[in-house]
């Protein structure tokens, strides 16, 4: 049954992709890690030029294989019954991906730049600002953040209608939903263009004001934080807090084994800059636990360990 419910689920996104027209045909992505591979891969299976950007020659190196790899599992599926078609898929859409060290000189040739790089506002803020000088007219900047404003985000750039969040869910090409985010100035020609562009990938849009955590963070930090602080006291131990909510709740993974996947350190982040913005709110207090794993490297799936411990890959 739950091979049946995936099975659909790509195949949905896939088949979407296909069927629909975006004004976007050249993308630029930047931040080659777990996120940005994952909107490289959705784009250059839905037919569009991809320019990935990473600072580091070893994240994209590692990227472009994972990409491999997941358009292969997709592949597997989607041409079932035609392995020779499904190999061309993979040849294609790999075709499409190329790699770059360089933001600025990749964004010259982009009709949508999507960031997705480290969640710290001073790094974003410089990304954008240089990206701001050398873009077309034309080009939609969008951010992927997790936490933080899209406003506070783009008040570094001229380009204020031209600006919003695509925020996607990891893994990018299972997770069907996209957060379309409009910033305070976003115009109403951009809204539409990120809103089409997002069912040409094969996502489900939902609209968002720019509120902290848009809808899903909102509702999951707080959910995060309070699974960790359950297993910092002792009240349970993670393999029963993680058994508890897939078995009584009905969700695919545990909220420390979720903590684990999306990156501790992006966990951090998150948490540590909504305390500073709301130091009164209890629920985003820094939690002791949480900054021990991360200054000792333990980030989660991504590192071999954080609350488990991983497989290398
Ligand atoms: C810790 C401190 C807390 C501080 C507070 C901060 C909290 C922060 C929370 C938010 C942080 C920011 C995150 C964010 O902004 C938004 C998010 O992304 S939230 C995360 C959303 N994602 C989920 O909730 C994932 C839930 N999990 C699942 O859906 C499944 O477990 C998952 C699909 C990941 C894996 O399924 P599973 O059955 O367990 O494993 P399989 O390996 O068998 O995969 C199933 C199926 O899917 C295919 N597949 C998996 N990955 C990929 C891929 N990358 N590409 C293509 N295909 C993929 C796989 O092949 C399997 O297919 P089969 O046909 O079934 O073999
Ligand atoms: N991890 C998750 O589950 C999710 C994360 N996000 C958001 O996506 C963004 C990226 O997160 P991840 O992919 O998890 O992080 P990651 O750490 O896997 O990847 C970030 C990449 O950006 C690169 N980078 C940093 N500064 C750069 C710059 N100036 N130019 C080019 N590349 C640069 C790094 O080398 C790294 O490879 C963050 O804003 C995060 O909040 C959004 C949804 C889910």
Same mark, same amino acid.
């Given at each position: 049954?739950?091979?049946?419910?995936?099975?659909?689920?790509?195949?949905?996104?896939?088949?979407?992709?296909?069927?629909?027209?975006?004004?976007?045909?050249?993308?630029?992505?930047?931040?080659?890690?777990?996120?940005? !591979?994952?909107?490289?891969?959705?784009?250059?299976?839905?037919?569009?030029?991809?320019?990935?950007?990473?600072?580091?020659?070893?994240?994209?190196?590692? !990227?472009?294989?994972?990409?491999?790899?997941?358009?292969?599992?997709?592949?597997?599926?989607?041409?079932?019954?035609?392995?020779?078609?499904?190999?061309?898929?993979?040849?294609? !859409?790999?075709?499409?991906?190329?790699?770059?060290?360089?933001?600025?000189?990749?964004?010259? !040739?982009?009709?949508?730049?999507?960031?997705?790089?480290?969640?710290?506002?001073?790094?974003?803020?410089?990304?954008?600002?240089?990206?701001?000088?050398?873009?077309?007219?034309?080009?939609?900047?969008?951010?992927?953040?997790?936490?933080?404003?899209?406003?506070?985000?783009?008040?570094?750039?001229?380009?204020?209608?031209?600006?919003?969040?695509?925020?996607?869910?990891?893994?990018?090409?299972?997770?069907?939903?996209?957060?379309?985010?409009?910033?305070?100035?976003?115009?109403?020609?951009?809204?539409?263009?990120?809103?089409?562009?997002?069912?040409?990938?094969?996502?489900?849009?939902?609209?968002?004001?720019?509120?902290?955590?848009?809808?899903?963070?909102?509702?999951?930090?707080?959910?995060?934080?309070?699974?960790?602080?359950?297993?910092?006291?002792?009240?349970?131990?993670?393999?029963?807090?993680?058994?508890?909510?897939?078995?009584?709740?009905?969700?695919?993974?545990?909220?420390?084994?979720?903590?684990?996947?999306?990156?501790?350190?992006?966990?951090?982040?998150?948490?540590?800059?909504?305390?500073?913005?709301?130091?009164?709110?209890?629920?985003?207090?820094?939690?002791?636990?949480?900054?021990?794993?991360?200054?000792?490297?333990?980030?989660?799936?991504?590192?071999?360990?954080?609350?488990?411990?991983?497989?290398?890959?």
């Amino acid at each position: 049954m739950k091979k049946m419910v995936q099975f659909g689920v790509i195949a949905r996104n896939f088949s979407n992709s296909s069927a629909m027209q975006s004004a976007i045909k050249n993308i630029t992505v930047i931040g080659g890690g777990l996120m940005g !591979s994952g909107i490289a891969q959705v784009s250059a299976q839905a037919g569009q030029n991809v320019t990935l950007v990473d600072l580091s020659p070893e994240v994209l190196a590692k !990227s472009q294989k994972s990409i491999g790899a997941n358009l292969g599992r997709v592949a597997k599926k989607v041409y079932k019954d035609k392995p020779q078609d499904g190999e061309k898929f993979v040849a294609e !859409s790999m075709a499409r991906i190329k790699t770059s060290t360089d933001p600025a000189a990749a964004a010259k !040739s982009a009709d949508l730049v999507v960031e997705a790089i480290v969640e710290n506002m001073g790094v974003k803020h410089k990304l954008f600002k240089q990206l701001d000088a050398v873009a077309p007219e034309h080009t939609i900047f969008a951010s992927n953040t997790s936490s933080l404003s899209i406003n506070e985000i783009c008040s570094v750039v001229k380009r204020k209608d031209r600006f919003g969040g695509l925020h996607f869910f990891n893994p990018v090409p299972v997770m069907r939903l996209l957060e379309v985010v409009r910033g305070a100035e976003t115009s109403d020609a951009t809204y539409k263009t990120m809103m089409e562009w997002g069912k040409a990938v094969g996502k489900t849009c939902i609209t968002c004001k720019d509120t902290p955590g848009f809808v899903v963070n909102r509702l999951l930090v707080p959910y995060i934080c309070e699974a960790i602080r359950l297993y910092e006291r002792g009240d349970a131990s993670a393999r029963d807090i993680d058994t508890a909510m897939k078995l009584g709740a009905g969700y695919p993974m545990g909220p420390l084994e979720l903590a684990d996947y999306v990156g501790l350190d992006t966990n951090k982040f998150i948490l540590d800059g909504w305390h500073n913005k709301y130091p009164d709110q209890p629920l985003f207090k820094p939690i002791p636990l949480l900054n021990k794993l991360v200054s000792e490297g333990k980030l989660g799936v991504k590192a071999g360990e954080g609350f488990y411990k991983y497989e290398k890959k």
